[in-house]
């Protein structure tokens, strides 16, 4: 993409590509460019919209069904409304488990996770983006190297680490362990990178020191960059299931999706209450990811976070 | 720690003008920078990934001593072990079918969506909601689909007079189950990533190819798949990566099953670590997920020069 080091500011006006710019269908001619412009593809809009919306019918399907009465899910031809719309059965969802205390314990996992990653991923970034020091790029070579470790690999030790700590059932076992990863520091280092050094030399100039440039220059110019890091790690920790799964078993500290697994087991054939909780589940990332969904296109290409 | 050792302790804050000569080290401001988030990455980790290289040569039983056994994780694993070669037969297989699929959806879709489709940030936002709603969430829906008499049977059986097959009870149907509903709720990652690769394509250049008399086809693979080749690349190898991975789309949907049709190979590390209490084992699992994933990752790496064009 654009990788001319032009600078945080140069690189995201590049992604902004004006709306109205000429297809790949349509040959543009001479002089014919500003017509064909106005004329929105009728025809391939409404076909995407319905590719769209055969896309969201499962989640669609997953609302509907959480309204009905168990029996209603099942018919044939499939019927969007049951007799009534059972809000109910969202109540009784909460009953069988308390959803709103796993929310509750997540959001908490969830933010402070995030919050100390971002803290140390920025503190190590400016380090190894800013300092010099001998072995730096040999240590950043370590930090890197272990991006391609498999989180599968780690968590038979850290279990074992997190039972000799007596941390099994605590929030710190769901936080720490993944606070640290060389992730955010590598995404941070590559950003800071981009952030033009004559400004921070006029302000060393002035007598500030590197706590100063990190906190008055750095950060304010890369807050993108933290935004997008903030956004997937919090979403990252509150998706996390294999890690929960093995470190949890008790209420006090259950996740989300931890949480939806439990009521699996439990009240696997109550279709409509465990669409209930799905919807429960999912609707605050959801709501998260569309709230802001003008970030995310940009933040994407920023940080190359794909592919997952 | 051995990194305070490693660092020359000079400060330079004094020196405001660009260094010339030898380089004057930030040592002490360094330390203290790295330190906060070093302790983390040395406990959860550096020293973890190298615990659990010690652990793949050790029977490790949750309770009890280790008892060191050298390679026979890895020989029971190769030899006699039939759900190992099963897991990784699925996992593969997985693989084949999951990244070339996400690839060509998200890729199709990036493209469909061009700048004349109006309001496209909101189709590519829509797109992307799987992929940051809990995996388990998802997969639960998903089951309600597959499930017999549930809504893709219904409607087969209304649309054709034929009910759709019982897709995770058969040990011919649960892989691509699996399959389709892990793309259904990963490529938007994908889509957003070519989508942001595409927005930066300068015009100019398709506009130049169609007076030149490229149809948009020949546009497409001519002009703007090399200027994507760095997304298409990068994405690649982060989709191969994270599908080796699969683990909770099988865990939820069918347990593994039937019969061990859809057991991944976290799955299997899983269950030899966390229901059998195989410590050991588990991180020779572990080991080889690793080693598969680092040798592909770098062929990719070594092939790219043959098809990814770095300069624009």
Known sequence: ?308 | MALTGAVRVTDSRESPAPPRGPRRGDGRAATAFLLPGAIGFVAFTAFPILASLVMSFYDWPVLGAPSFVGLANFAELFTTDPVFKTALLNTAVFVLLYVPVNIMVSMGLAVWISPRIVGRRYYRVLFFVPAVTPMVGNAVVFGLLYTPRGLLDSVSQTLFGVGAPNFLGSSTWALPAVVMMSVWQGFGYNLLVFSAALDAVPPSLTEAAAIDGAGPVRQFFSVVLPLLSPSLFFATVLTLISSFQVFVQPYILTGGGPGNSTTTLVMYLYQSGFQNFRLGFASAIAWVLFVIIMVLTAVQFLGQKKWVHYDQ
Do not use: C
């Not at chain 1, 069988?96 to 996770?113: D, E, K, Q, S």
């Not at chain 1, 060393?204 to 933290?226: C, E, K, N, Q, Y």
């Open chain 1, 1 to 308: 993409m654009t990788s001319d080091g032009a600078g945080p500011v140069a690189r995201q006006r590049t992604l902004d590509v004006p709306a109205g710019t000429p297809s790949l269908r349509e040959p543009a001619r001479p002089g014919g460019v500003v017509q064909r412009r106005r004329r929105p593809p009728v025809i391939s809009q409404a076909l995407l919209t319905l590719v769209l919306l055969l896309f969201l019918a499962p989640l669609v399907w997953m609302v509907l069904s959480s309204l009905k009465s168990g029996g209603e899910i099942f018919t044939t031809p499939p019927r969007l409304f049951g007799e009534s719309l059972r809000f109910g059965n969202y109540g009784e969802a909460l009953d069988y488990l308390p959803f709103v205390r796993f929310m509750l314990n997540t959001a908490f996992v969830a933010i402070a996770g995030t919050l100390i990653t971002l803290i140390t991923s920025a503190l190590s970034a400016y380090a190894f983006a800013r300092l010099r020091f001998r072995g730096r790029d040999s240590l950043f070579l370590v930090y890197l190297g272990t991006l391609m470790v498999p989180q599968e690999v780690v968590v038979v030790p850290m279990f074992l680490i997190m039972n000799r700590l007596g941390w099994i059932n605590t929030f710190q076992a769901l936080i720490l362990p993944w606070a640290f990863t060389a992730f955010g520091t590598f995404l941070l280092r590559q950003f800071f990178l981009t952030v033009p050094k004559e400004l921070e030399e006029a302000a060393r100039v002035d007598g500030a020191g590197h706590w100063r440039i990190l906190t008055r220059i750095i950060v304010p110019i890369s807050a993108p960059a933290f935004a997008v890091l903030a956004v997937f790690t919090f979403i990252t920790y509150w998706n996390s299931f294999l890690w929960p799964l093995i470190v949890t078993n008790d209420a006090s500290t259950t996740t989300v999706p931890l949480g939806l697994n439990l009521f699996l087991g439990q009240n696997g054939q109550q279709w409509q209450l465990l669409m209930a909780a799905a919807t429960i589940s999912m609707a605050p990332t959801a709501l998260l990811v569309l709230l802001l969904q003008r970030y995310l296109v940009k933040g994407i290409a920023l940080s190359g976070l794909g592919g997952r």
